[in-house]
């Protein structure tokens, strides 16, 4: 099946810095990513979708300043949240679908990155 | 109104028994529809995928979409303690091509 992988898996920050997440599609190609956000005991709440090579669209209420997203090629994704605070600590997932198989649009989850905000 | 909407549970279900999640969607358009299984402190895992009215069985597990009343549901039989998670209802809206998740339902599955 698709494998899609996330680094790193987990990562704790003073508040103001910077952190940047990669996803990124192992054996197959993604036109389309997306990235996800999840807060404990909630569900998954999209944040933006990335396409490759143009800008990404962001859901309402994401700020796109704030949660940079760049999808440079066909298998790499990646999110900076920029300024970071402790009210982002959060599960940062990515999906990608995986559009060579004509018959499905399945969407296949990276592993997660948990964000950590002092 | 939620676009996809799950009771949030806990269900709690003893082994062995057939253990049924339901989802309801409001997209009267959406084509496509998911379950995925999430561990805690786990990304979510796809089950199924259904396109179609009607069922699709893959194992233990049965997918039943009715297109006509906006549901889908997902049917776990020999419920096993491992099956014990939270389910994600998931359906790709027929306007875009992103998918919207349920809040879930959590499952315990009891020895």
């Known amino acids: 099946g698709a494998v899609v992988s996330q680094h790193p898996s987990r990562v704790i920050c003073k508040s103001g810095t910077s952190v940047k997440i990669e996803c990124r599609s192992l054996d197959f190609q993604a036109t389309t990513m997306f990235w996800y956000r999840q807060f404990p005991k909630q569900s998954l709440m999209l944040m933006a979708t990335s396409n490759e090579g143009s800008k990404a669209t962001y859901e309402q209420g994401v700020e796109k300043d704030k949660f940079l997203i760049n999808h440079a090629s066909l298998t790499l994704s990646t999110l900076t949240v920029t300024s970071a605070h402790p009210e982002d600590s959060s599960f940062y997932i990515c999906?990608?679908?995986?559009?060579?198989?004509?018959?499905?649009?399945?969407?296949?989850f990276g592993p997660g990155t948990r964000l950590t905000v002092l | 109104q939620k676009e996809v909407e799950q009771n949030s549970g806990p269900l709690s279900v003893p082994e062995g028994a057939i253990a049924s999640l339901n989802c309801t969607y409001s997209d009267r358009g959406s084509q496509s529809f998911f379950w995925y299984r999430q561990y805690s402190g786990k990304s979510p895992e796809l089950i199924m995928s259904i396109y179609s009215n009607g069922d699709k069985e893959d194992g233990r597990f049965t997918a039943q979409l009715n297109k006509a009343s906006q549901y889908v549901s997902l049917l776990i039989r020999d419920s096993q303690p491992s099956d014990s998670a939270t389910y994600l209802c998931?359906?790709?809206?027929?306007?875009?091509?992103?998918?919207?998740f349920g809040s879930g339902t959590r499952l315990s599955i009891r020895p």
């Open positions: 998931a359906v790709r809206l027929s306007s875009a091509s992103k998918i919207i």
């Open positions: 999906s990608a679908r995986d559009l060579s198989v004509l018959s499905t649009d399945t969407q296949y």
